[in-house]
């Protein structure tokens, strides 16, 4: 297990996520104390593979579980629960992320999430600081959703920057797991000004976090 709740093992992840380079986030999921990636590797995945164990990763000792063609790799930090699964781009398709095409916009995404994720890791510090008590866990969940004004933004680009344009955005979808009323107080006054929103199967509220949406799950 990882010591200091949610917000510790965010505050890894992001480290992780930095020592990891631009790779594409396809999947995050946080459950309390336990993060698990999913990130998209293109080249060998050994050869990488042999030169991160040498610099270490997180500050931690990783360890590695390859595939036989070593196409898949498993990463676990030695000490946490923190972990990532490593594929190919070619094991990837387009609707795993929601998406109608990959490309060039994926090179963006990692810095998009980590700036979030750093946000959520200290908002859950300092609600943990004045609020007390044990350290506060939630739930969070990396998603892509359509980009409705994809379309637009495309007919008003140089041809040559449309592949950078991402046909979805990021949205994290967050539940607070286990925290006393006075953090979930003090969590949510940290927030910006949600928007309450309905629909036939769940009641959420939207918000933003460092540009990116972030979904309040009841």
């Known amino acids: 297990m990882t010591g200091g709740g949610s917000s510790a093992a965010l505050g890894i992840g992001s480290a ?14 946080l459950a309390g104390d336990e993060l698990e990636f999913t990130f998209v590797l293109a080249g060998d995945g050994s050869e990488w593979a042999r030169l991160r ?11 590695f579980f390859a595939d036989a063609g070593g196409r898949r790799l498993r990463i676990e930090l030695t000490g ?10 070619a094991d990837l398709t387009p609707a795993a992320v929601n998406a109608p095409y990959l490309g060039r916009w994926q ?87 949600a928007a309450a929103a309905r629909s036939w199967f769940r009641r959420r509220r939207t918000t933003s976090i460092m540009g990116l ?3 309040l799950l009841s």
């Open 16 to 29: 992780f996520m930095t020592d990891l380079g631009s790779l594409f986030p396809a999947r995050m999921n």
């Open 53 to 63: 164990s040498v610099a270490g990763l997180a500050g931690k000792v990783p360890r």
């Open 80 to 89: 946490t629960s923190v972990g990532a699964l490593i594929v190919q781009p």
């Open 107 to 193: 090179d963006r995404m990692t810095t998009t999430v980590q700036l979030a994720v750093d946000e959520i890791a200290r908002m859950l510090a300092r609600c943990r600081h004045r609020a007390g008590g044990a350290e506060p866990l939630i739930d969070l969940e990396l998603a892509y959703e359509p980009d409705r004004d994809y379309r637009d933004r495309v007919a008003e680009a140089h041809e040559q920057f449309r592949s950078f344009i991402a046909p979805v955005r990021p949205v994290l979808q967050l539940r607070l797991r286990s925290v006393t009323a006075a953090q979930r107080k003090a969590f949510l006054d940290e927030l910006p000004d």
């Open 213 to 215: 949406e972030v979904e």
